[in-house]
């Protein structure tokens, strides 16, 4: 019987995409928010193309019991 190793091999990858350039940044899963530097002096958040950590984050499951 093999036991639990221990090692965590999660690592989620994110896409970002970047709405004034559209340049795309693969960062990992961990960073929450991405800035892009296409725009001197402004801060242009990035949005996220695909998250493969919750690729079904658009159906919450029900809460309450009947
Ligand atoms: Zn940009």
Redesign the pocket.
Known sequence: MKGPSGRITYQAKRMWH?P??Q?KVLTGGHITNQA?T??PGQT?WMHVASDHSSPRDLSPPPSHAS
Do not use: F, G, L, S
Request: aromatic share 0%; net charge positive; with cysteine.
């Open positions: 970047c004034k350039c340049r892009c296409c725009q242009v």
